[in-house]
């Protein structure tokens, strides 16, 4: 396996996501405008990891933090070893959120490995290896490609591993959002057990019928939105674990405003082309949401500072 040389150093940054966009339950994502920026250095040994920002002083600064592990992971899928890593986190993205701390992270640390390889992966390579790390691709695949995403996960007949999947699809021009970002975490597993075991065949009707009306309204017609971010499948039995979300979410959309509960919260997302009303937005604020209006997002970018 080649040996990658001392002193090379990469720079990635990293957007945001919002996963499910309201029906498309760990299928539908959105990169936002919120980014961490890593800078990883081949060194002659050892690893020395600093984080700055969110996370910091919280999160693993050896082998477990989660960009190390997905460096590793890209490293060893390109065919190349490091003797020794330095790795600098700025981290912006709010952890346990709902704004894909996680899928940002582990793109993040193989994006640097690809680069550091000499970009040998493709982005099918970086899906498929970041989305490994959650088991589900909508926000890994959204940080990887930008702008939105449609994904999807297959189960080979022989047992071997999924297979991680997503296309993208562009977004109106006018689309931007708003975050509304409560100031407690939610821990995804935790969110995910109120979740039931059995719908309603009328409930899973209603959200296909809404998942793909989505993709229409993001591309083509975002005055659909609105009916666009309906859901069935996990907004209603999240709202008890998450009230100040739901109350948000409900409020809003009482307005007309198209909101929901981005990924597993708690962070209330809205998408919007006109902005909201400020008196609104000053209520939110007090009543502890930190609003922080963002834009639509590309791909994550990678850049080689010194080989």
């Known amino acids: 396996m080649q040996q990658l040389s001392v002193g090379r150093r990469v720079h990635v940054r990293v957007p945001a996501s919002s996963a499910n966009l309201g029906p498309g339950f760990d299928t539908l994502g959105l990169a936002l405008s919120l980014f961490d920026d890593i800078w990883v250095e081949i060194t002659s040994e050892g690893l020395e990891v600093i984080v700055e920002g969110e996370g910091e002083g919280e999160v693993p600064l050896d082998q477990r933090h989660l960009v190390v592990r997905a460096i590793y992971s890209g490293l060893e899928a390109a065919g190349v070893q490091a003797p020794g890593l330095k790795v600098t986190c700025h981290n912006r993205i709010p952890q346990s959120r709902g704004l894909g701390s996680s899928a940002a992270a582990a793109v993040a640390g193989v994006a640097a490995a690809n680069a550091l390889a000499g970009d040998v992966l493709s982005t099918a390579d970086l899906v498929q290896l970041s989305s490994a790390f959650e088991g589900h691709p909508d926000n890994a695949a959204a940080s990887v490609m930008g702008g939105a995403v449609v994904s999807w996960t297959s189960t080979p007949v022989d047992g071997s591993d999924p297979q991680y999947k997503a296309v993208a699809i562009p ?22 057990q109120v979740l039931p075991n059995e719908i309603s065949h009328i409930d899973a009707r209603f959200n296909v019928s809404r998942a793909a009306l989505m993709t229409v309204a993001l591309q083509h017609h975002p005055e659909l939105l609105w009916e666009a971010t309906r859901d069935r499948l996990h907004q209603p039995y999240r709202a008890d674990v998450l009230p100040l979300t739901a109350e948000w979410v409900n409020r809003l959309r009482n307005r007309g405003v198209a909101a929901y509960l981005s990924g597993a919260g708690p962070t209330a ?35 080689v500072l010194e080989a």
Do not use: N
């Open 171 to 192: 977004v109106h021009p006018e689309i931007r959002g708003v975050a509304l970002i409560p100031s407690e975490r939610a821990s995804t597993d935790a969110v995910r």
């Open 269 to 303: 997302m809205v998408l919007i082309t006109e902005d909201l009303d400020s008196q609104l937005l000053r209520e939110a604020e007090e009543s502890g949401m930190r609003v922080l209006p963002l834009s639509v997002a590309g791909p994550v970018q990678t850049e």
